[in-house]
């Protein structure tokens, strides 16, 4: 019954646009002398109050001829179809605007740039790609085109192929897409990383960051392929060049780095690093690490005054749960069961919360994903921070 309702809805547009062209039409009509709205459009009415929305949109879209004065018409009912997820009908709609021989070169470019999308709605890339690059060499649409050829080569990971039109997209629409182009080369640095070509894999982390300087990714990929092999000390310089890259970044690279240095034994170095991002950013990840650190050297009572002195500036549940649990080693009685209850609790938090979020959309994601599965959007996703986060 919603989704009856809900299809209602969606309907009332759909006959609002009959209506509207029928209202031109009559005005026409009118004025050659013929005054009759034509019976099919009440007859749809009826279909659509006697909740038969099926037939009632086989009636509306039978009514609309195609010529010079309905061509917006049926692009609007395309889209319509296409929106409520009826990819099907958008299809022959547009299918049925482009086989016309009246429509204009303008006309009959958006129809098919329209009908690229449906092919795109309903997974058809192959026929979307034919259709983009026809609209690029005819030169209408080109930067639109453009730009639904590269969500296809994403969605496909034809990686090359997305280089280049993106290329191509910054000489027709003057926009650069130096960000998400290095990002492609991370991709395919990754899928060499997976093949075993590890010299395939360095070229392609130097062309994203030949691209993009800024490019946080590439420093963690061959970081981590460094750290994996036993190469700390080269490791250790490209985990810390994430600093200077993408600061928010920084919990993901503090424990990598706390045993990199622990392999070359030179722990006093990174405690001194540590006490350095912490004054500048205050991240929970890095002030739990150099606690750790402290209470190995100096003792649980040092580390409690430390993180008690930073909660102060950076309040955040994961500090609370750890000193709830320093204080634990040391409580008894009804005070342990009541630290205990409290634990409990600020664990349930942390474990429930979202430890990444889109800076584009807001999507919550418990990993790290370097294009946001909602938006797409590249680079956007990062640790959460504030009281529930870093």
């Known amino acids: 019954m919603e989704a009856d309702s809900a299809l209602l809805v969606w309907l009332i547009p759909l006959a609002a646009i009959v209506s509207w062209w029928l209202g031109r039409r009559s005005v026409k009509q009118n004025q050659a002398g013929i005054q009759r709205i034509s019976p099919e459009y009440f007859k749809g009415l009826n279909y659509l109050l006697n909740e038969q929305p099926d037939k009632a949109i086989e009636v509306f879209v039978k009514m609309i001829e195609v010529d010079s004065e309905t061509v917006e018409t049926h692009l609007a009912l395309g889209n319509l179809f296409r929106r409520r997820g009826e990819v099907d009908r958008a ?44 609209l690029i060499e005819s030169g209408m649409h080109s930067v639109l085109a ?9 969605q496909e990971k034809e990686w090359d192929n997305a280089i280049v039109t993106a290329r191509r997209l910054e000489q027709s629409s ?7 182009i290095a990002q492609f080369y991370c991709e395919k640095a990754e899928q060499m990383l997976q093949a075993g070509n590890i010299k395939s894999m360095k070229d392609n982390l130097q062309k994203a960051l030949s691209i993009d300087p800024d490019c946080a990714r590439a420093s963690m990929i061959e970081a981590d392929y460094l750290f994996k092999n036993g190469k700390f000390k080269q490791a250790i310089k490209l985990y810390k060049r994430i600093e200077r890259q ?6 993901e690279v503090i424990q990598p780095l706390l045993t990199c240095y622990k392999e070359i034994d030179k722990k006093e170095e990174f405690i001194r690093y540590l006490h350095e991002v912490v004054s500048k950013y205050g991240n929970i990840t890095s002030i739990l690490v150099l606690a750790e ?19 102060k500036k950076h309040p955040t549940v994961k500090g609370v749960d750890r000193l709830i ?23 349930r938090l942390i474990k429930d919360r979202s430890m990444y979020k889109c800076n584009n959309c807001g ?18 996703i990062k640790p959460v921070y504030g009281l529930e986060g870093e």
């Open 325 to 347: 649990e320093y204080a634990l080693a040391q409580a008894e009685g009804t005070t342990r069961d009541s630290l205990v209850s409290i634990k409990e609790l600020t664990a």
């Open 146 to 154: 453009y730009r639904e050829l590269l969500n296809i080569y994403q």
């Open 174 to 180: 003057g926009q650069k897409c130096n960000t998400i």
């Open 91 to 134: 299809i022959r709609i547009h299918q049925n605007l482009i086989a016309r021989p009246t429509l204009s070169r303008e006309e009959r470019s958006i129809a098919l740039l329209e009908l690229g999308i449906d092919y795109m709605r309903s997974g058809l890339f192959d026929r979307a790609e034919n259709l983009f690059n026809e």
């Open 293 to 311: 650190l402290i209470a190995e050297k100096e003792g649980t009572a040092e580390a409690v005054r430390f993180i008690t002195r930073e909660l």
């Open 363 to 380: 999507f919550d994601a418990k990993v790290l994903h370097w294009q946001c599965p909602s938006c797409k959007h590249w680079s956007t």
């Open 246 to 251: 993408d600061f928010a970044l920084m919990p």
